[in-house]
Nanobody, 127 residues
Framework: QVQLVESGGGLAQAGGSLRLSCVVS????????MAWFRQAPGKEREIVAA????????YYADSVKVRFTIFRDNAKNTVLLQMNSLKPEDTAVYYC????????????????????WGQGTQVTVSS
């Protein structure tokens, strides 16, 4: 049974930091590129950051570039999202997702390409 379990969400003040963690089990982690998505109330789910199978290549949405960092530890089946300089507009439920791929590219073509999803963790940033 494949499981993606996110943790690390919570309440932060604007300008603060949070680190999200996603622990994956039930699959060969190194065969999957990983991504973090978020969905704010009343908005569509959007990609935040993505990382290739080996971790060499990354992708960031323009809204989080420089502030967020995605990285992975294939030995621990974990993908993390370090979020710095948080803004109120970062408030959302954050999801990690896994896409099986044979290529070394960080981001899948669409959300529907991702095979597995976590249950989400709430991030709330106060002004």
């Amino acid at each position: 049974q494949v499981q993606l379990v996110e943790s690390g969400g919570g309440l932060a003040q604007a300008g603060g930091s949070l680190r999200l963690s996603c622990v994956v089990s039930g699959l060969t982690f190194s065969n999957y590129r990983m991504a973090w998505f978020r969905q704010a109330p009343g908005k569509e789910r959007e990609i935040v950051a993505a990382i290739s199978r080996t971790g060499v290549l990354t992708y960031y949405a323009d809204s989080v570039k420089v502030r967020f960092t995605i990285f992975r530890d294939n030995a621990k089946n974990t993908v993390l999202l370090q979020m710095n300089s948080l803004k109120p507009e970062d408030t959302a439920v954050y999801y990690c997702a896994a896409d099986r791929t044979y290529i070394e590219q960080p981001r899948a073509s669409s959300q529907s390409d991702y095979d597995y999803w976590g249950q989400g963790t709430q991030v709330t940033v106060s002004s």
